[in-house]
T-cell receptor
Framework: AQSVTQLGSHVSVSEGALVLLRCNYS??????LFWYVQYPNQGLQLLLK??????LVKGINGFEAEFKKSETSFHLTKPSAHMSDAAEYFC??????????FGTGTRLTIIP | GAVVSQHPSWVICKSGTSVKIECRSL??????MFWYRQFPKQSLMLMAT?????????EQGVEKDKFLINHASLTLSTLTVTSAHPEDSSFYIC?????????????FGEGSWLTVV
């Protein structure tokens, strides 16, 4: 069985500051990990994914995430926050049945 | 990137009636589609997995007779909420998986808001 835990349901950062959204996973098989972003009243957009290639994954909009097996983590980062980054972010793990299991989400607020 | 379209985006229906939501993969074929439900400020809850040409597989606790899923073609899956009640009001999101194989990206639709009055 797979699961993800997102630490911090709400994160606030100042515009231009570092964004760090935390995700820890549990998986009985080598995991495929994803970060999705959801803007209000919209579906989910893929930011990036890890599929056992490079451990540092670069995504869209300047986001990146590092897979750390020893820490079972896949934290999402962005060096400099922009107002348009305000949204809900979901970490997800894919099991062998191709189903995605989502974390509870982290709402990112950007302070002007 | 791949596009998944849902229709309608917003729908209001009366209690006791049925409402259908469509999910289409616009530029790829999807043998597998997924239907999720999301309550305000909460995560996505997988309702069922839809496979083209076969019956959908429902998650535990989801009423298959209430939430009818049909995957008639490789680009279309439909969710019909039958005999809708106010507690069925929610944001429903579909997703589609191009091809097969673990690790493939799953693409999401824009979601459909259902309000039952």
């Amino acid at each position: 069985a797979q699961s993800v835990t997102q630490l911090g349901s709400h994160v606030s950062v100042s515009e231009g500051a570092l964004v760090l959204l935390r995700c820890n996973y549990s998986s009985s098989v080598p995991p495929y990990l994803f970060w999705y972003v959801q803007y209000p009243n919209q579906g989910l957009q893929l930011l990036l994914k890890y599929t056992s290639a490079a451990t540092l994954v670069k995504g869209i909009n300047g986001f990146e995430a590092e897979f750390k097996k020893s820490e079972t983590s896949f934290h999402l980062t962005k060096p400099s926050a922009h107002m348009s980054d305000a949204a809900e972010y979901f970490c997800a793990v894919m099991g062998g049945n191709e189903k995605l299991t989502f974390g509870t989400g982290t709402r990112l607020t950007i302070i002007p | 990137g791949a596009v998944v379209s849902q229709h309608p985006s917003w729908v209001i229906c009366k209690s006791g009636t049925s409402v259908k939501i469509e999910c289409r993969s616009l530029d790829f074929q999807a043998t597998t589609m997924f239907w999720y439900r999301q309550f305000p400020k909460q995560s996505l809850m997988l309702m069922a997995t839809s496979n083209e040409g076969s019956k959908a597989t429902y998650e535990q606790g989801v009423e298959k007779d209430k939430f009818l899923i049909n995957h008639a073609s490789l680009t279309l899956s439909t969710l019909t909420v039958t005999s809708a009640h106010p507690e069925d009001s929610s944001f429903y999101i579909c997703s589609a998986l191009p091809g097969t194989g673990s690790g493939n990206t799953i693409y999401f639709g824009e979601g459909s808001w259902l309000t039952v009055v």
